[in-house]
């Protein structure tokens, strides 16, 4: 009785798995919605994907995945995009499918796990550092530049969520960006000051900051390290409807993802000493000045983070746009191909990078 019983459990598990659905520790079940053509882990006959490393100016290796369209003239100088995980997450989440979707229009494209993150270097692991996660774009560009068939003078880049920050703090320094796009973006430094709709009072920031400080305290005396923030791994009658969105996408088979690196326990969470470092990072700061290479701000009609796009098209220069995809949320523009504009994208791209 006792092998039937984990032979039948583990088939449920099976089971599971195939129709996406996670098993909470509560015995719940959760289905993954994988409506509107969810597709986080597509793959292309119409492109070659390899793995490439390089390192940034702190010497840290980052590690990428280069698409090349099937048939690239690589006699040629063609146009490069690169593309940022979404904050907390990997190339695998989100960031591989827009990579992959441009390069079958015809972009060379990069994919990066940004420092701390993934397969690149950097300890602590799931460090924060706003600066080193820019540099990292720049040193995209230095890889992407120094191929034989990429024409530096084109290279743009595309920043998902958290992501859709750093490339702004990186375009501000590196004219060699020639046009951004920002999609469902999170300005990190307002997130963790204010939080969303300016909802965390001063003393409720203090308290975070103590908080964080006195761990620092535990950490240099060999404590253990404490995480914060990221991605529930169980949902409950009072979890949040924002919580329930991300779940849906780093819990459930439709964009859970581990790096060999890592642990499922840890994915999505940063240190809490190091996290507090957003809130002395202002990436809209002097956003005018990216001008007049050209931004495009991506968000959903239904987005709870749709304020940082439409904060940051306010204070930018022309030319700008802010593109609003009817009905769709946050999460639904990491992965869901019917709602994520690509072709919207490829326009763009193609005007700016001609």
């Known amino acids: 009785m006792k092998i ?16 996406g659905v996670l098993v909470s520790t509560t015995g719940v079940a959760f289905a993954a919605d994988m409506s509107n053509g969810t597709d986080n882990f597509y793959k292309s006959d119409k492109v070659t994907m ?8 702190y010497n840290l290796k980052v590690v990428g995945n280069l698409f090349i369209p ?10 490069a995009i690169i593309v940022g995980h979404p904050m907390g997450a990997v190339k695998e989440q989100s960031a591989n499918l827009y990579a992959t979707k ?24 799931n460090a924060v550092s706003p600066d080193i996660y820019a540099e990292d774009f720049s040193a995209a560009v230095d890889f992407l530049g120094t191929r034989p068939f990429v024409d530096r003078d084109r290279i743009g880049a595309i920043g ?3 992501s859709g920050s750093f ?15 920002t999609v469902s973006m999170y300005d990190m430094g307002a997130a963790n000051r204010n939080a969303l709709k300016k909802s965390l009072t001063l003393e409720q920031r203090k308290k975070i900051l103590e908080e964080a400080a006195e761990q620092r305290y535990v950490e240099f005396t060999g404590g253990e390290t404490k ?4 991605t529930v791994h169980e949902l409950n009658e009072n979890t949040d409807s924002i919580q329930r969105e991300f779940y849906d996408f780093y819990r459930t088979p439709r964009g859970e993802f581990t790096p060999k690196a890592s642990s499922p326990k840890l994915t999505t969470h940063p240190t809490l000493t190091s996290n507090v470092k957003f809130m002395n990072f202002y990436p809209f700061a002097d956003i005018e000045t990216i001008s007049p290479r050209p931004l495009l701000f991506i ?56």
């Open 4 to 19: 039937k019983s984990i032979l039948t459990r583990s088939l449920h598990i099976l089971t599971a798995m195939a129709l």
């Open 102 to 125: 441009m390069a079958e229009q015809g972009f060379v494209t990069l994919s990066l796990d940004l420092s701390f993150w993934g397969e690149s270097e950097g300890q602590p692991r």
């Open 299 to 354: 968000a959903g009609e239904n987005a709870h983070s749709r304020e940082f796009s439409e904060d940051a098209y306010k204070l930018a220069a022309e030319p700008k746009e802010l593109y609003i995809v009817s009905g769709a949320g946050h999460v639904d523009l990491y992965d869901r191909v019917n709602l994520i504009p690509f072709d919207k994208l490829t326009s763009f791209f193609s005007k700016y990078l001609k």
């Open 70 to 79: 099937k048939g690239l003239n690589q006699n040629t100088k063609n146009p």
């Open 167 to 181: 490339v702004i703090s990186a375009a501000k320094i590196d004219p060699r960006m020639k046009a951004i796009a």
């Open 227 to 230: 995480y914060t923030s990221g």
């Open 160 to 162: 998902i969520c958290g």
């Open 50 to 57: 390899q793995k490439v490393t390089f390192k940034n100016q």
